[in-house]
Structures are given as C-alpha cells and as structure tokens.
Nanobody
Framework: VQLVESGGGLVQAGGSLTLSCAASGNIYSISIMAWYRQSPGKQRELVATTSNTGSTDYAESVLGRFTISRVNAKHTVYLVMNSLKPEDTAVYYC???????????????WGQGTQVTVSS
C-alpha cells in the first residue's frame, strides 16, 4: 500500500489550501484516515482524523478553520485549510489504517509528507 499526497505549497496568511492523499495497492478497507503535521524542532502532532463511520476530530488549534473529509471509493482523504496562519507552517503527513484482506490485520501507513508554508 502506498499513500501519495498532493496540494501543499506557499500561501499568504488568511489564504486557503487543500491537501489530498490517495491510497493505492491491495486495499480491502480503511478505518482511520488522518492528517498530522510536524514543524522544525517540534514533535509530530495530530491535526484531524476521520473514521469509516464518518466521525471527525480536530486539534483545537485548527478547529473551525480546517475540514477533513474522505471518499472511500477513491481511498482518498482531504484536508481543506482555510484562514491559514504562519503557525500552520509545517510538513503535513497523511496517515491511514488499511486492511488488505478480511483475514489480514490492519496496518498503519504514512504518506511522504507535503510542505505547507504560510507567509505573514
């Protein structure tokens, strides 16, 4: 299973970006899809997560500004980021929990990361 991210870039404060992450390979089901981010000198932190029931959860720092969504048929998760702030600058990583077959255990997979830079 591979996760391929896209959508990062440079944006001014107050602007918007949309990240996407598509999984490919042997996929039977995906339970958790999430976005994490990591800034230089800081630990990787959870930004937003969504389950296969449709429930979502957000870090307090992005609540009301970011929206996570998923299209199960495409094995894709999105992160719409509005009202971006310089402190949102980080490498954003996609995370998915994938089961390759009904009898297989679910495994964790990570994307390669995409840089988001917000200028003031």
């Amino acid at each position: 299973v591979q996760l391929v991210e896209s959508g990062g870039g440079l944006v001014q404060a107050g602007g918007s970006l949309t990240l996407s992450c598509a999984a490919s390979g042997n996929i039977y089901s995906i339970s958790i899809m999430a976005w994490y981010r990591q800034s230089p000198g800081k630990q990787r932190e959870l930004v937003a997560t969504t389950s296969n029931t449709g429930s979502t959860d957000y870090a307090e720092s992005v609540l009301g500004r970011f929206t996570i969504s998923r299209v199960n048929a495409k094995h894709t998760v999105y992160l719409v980021m509005n009202s971006l702030k310089p402190e949102d600058t980080a490498v954003y990583y996609c995370y998915q929990v994938v089961r390759a077959a009904p009898s297989f255990d679910a495994r964790d997979y990570w994307g390669q990361g995409t840089q988001v830079t917000v200028s003031s």
